[in-house]
């Protein structure tokens, strides 16, 4: 469901799976019953599925349609410095909406170029899935200062679904289930949506479904996924994989990945980190932000860049051999560097 709920469910991953549950009459609907605001909002019953319902949501919905930005790229291997900038995120100052009105982010700076994976670690309770979360646009949270942009469109002005469909993916750590929704339906609907936002024909039944069953090949999941209902049953290593699906069939230019390496066995971290990969390689324009709190799984996805996040700021940035002195040695060094 990631990939889906990645382009279409930017503020799902803030509601526990319990509370996400969302019909299929409810899915369906949604674009004529509610407008994406108040999705976002949290104001809507399901507010979970805001994410994954989004990109369906946005396209139906608007009376305007959205010109494609994927502007033609060159295809050439540029030195890193000269790629252009897919994510620039400059003094982001982030608070809680709720009550306690808690600052979380505190200043962040992160630049993100095309076709680079950068990994952000820290201690529990740093902000990384804030950031995360805030970069999609989880009304949970609420920006105080600083800009985002993603290439050259300011995110923090746009809804969750207008930033998946600027190519904006989330996976969730915990990604939630959609009750009386196929995964085969689920995807279509999102990756249509996208279609038709980019004036594109969207692909009926019988051709998305040769679409996807190349994904799933190339990805090696099991086709049975198509027929299920978007995350039932499914054990946390389906799951994840199925974020991986869904960011596969989406194709976002930015995939933000919340610790989807979390209560995975050694052999579905394995799997999922091949996936990543695969998904990877698939474009290698595309630009990766892999949330982490295992410098292990690191070695499966190589990242060009590490950064270590506490208290709302990143507090250290280097290469993948921060990443192994991390394993090494531990935080605390970066993190009191006085001692
Ligand atoms: N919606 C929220 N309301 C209040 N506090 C929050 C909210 N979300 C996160 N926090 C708090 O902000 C801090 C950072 O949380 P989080 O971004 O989840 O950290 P990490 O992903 O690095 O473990 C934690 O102390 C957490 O309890
Ligand atoms: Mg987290």
Redesign the pocket.
């Known amino acids: 469901m990631a990939m889906v709920m990645a382009t279409v469910s930017p503020a799902v991953g803030?509601v526990p799976p319990r509370a996400c549950r969302a019909s299929r009459a409810s899915v369906l609907r949604a674009p004529a019953a509610v407008s994406s605001r108040h999705a976002q909002k949290g104001t809507v019953p399901g507010s979970c599925f805001a994410t994954a319902t989004a990109i369906l949501l946005a396209a139906s919905a608007r009376s305007e349609v959205r010109r494609a930005r994927y502007a033609s790229r060159s295809s050439h291997v540029r030195r890193a410095a000269d790629r252009p900038v897919v994510l620039e995120v400059q003094d982001v100052e982030a608070q809680?909406?709720?009550e306690?009105h808690?600052q979380?982010l505190k200043g962040l700076n992160l630049t993100i170029r095309e076709g680079e994976v950068h990994a952000v670690m820290?201690?529990?309770?740093?902000?990384?899935?804030?950031?995360a979360k805030v970069l999609i646009g989880d009304s949970?949270?609420e920006v105080t200062a600083g800009t985002a942009k993603l290439g050259e469109t300011d995110l923090l002005d746009k809804e969750p679904h207008e930033r998946a469909l600027e190519g904006l993916f989330l996976a969730f750590q915990s990604p939630p289930t959609v009750g009386g929704v196929s995964n085969l339906d689920f995807l279509r609907a999102a990756y249509n949506a996208q279609r038709r936002a980019r004036e594109e024909p969207e692909l009926d039944v019988i051709e998305f479904y040769g679409f996807v069953t190349e994904k799933l090949t190339e990805l090696k999941i099991n086709p049975d996924f198509l027929n299920r209902n978007v995350n039932e049953g499914f054990s946390g290593g389906e799951r994840k994989r199925n974020e991986m699906l869904q960011m596969a069939v989406l194709q976002p230019k930015l995939a933000i990945l919340d610790e989807i390496d979390s209560g995975l066995d050694i052999d579905a971290l394995k799997d999922v980190a091949e996936a990543i990969r695969n998904v990877r390689e698939q474009d290698p324009k595309r630009s990766m932000l892999v949330?982490t709190h295992f410098e292990r799984f690191l070695r499966y996805v190589e990242a060009d860049h590490v950064h270590v996040?506490y208290q709302g700021r990143i507090l250290k940035s280097g290469g993948k051999e921060l990443a192994d002195k991390l394993d090494e040695e531990g935080y605390d060094w970066v993190l009191n560097p006085a001692k």
Do not use: E, F, H, Q
């Open positions: 803030s809680s909406t709720d306690d808690k979380i820290g201690p529990n309770g740093s902000g990384k899935s804030t950031l949970a949270y949330v996040m």
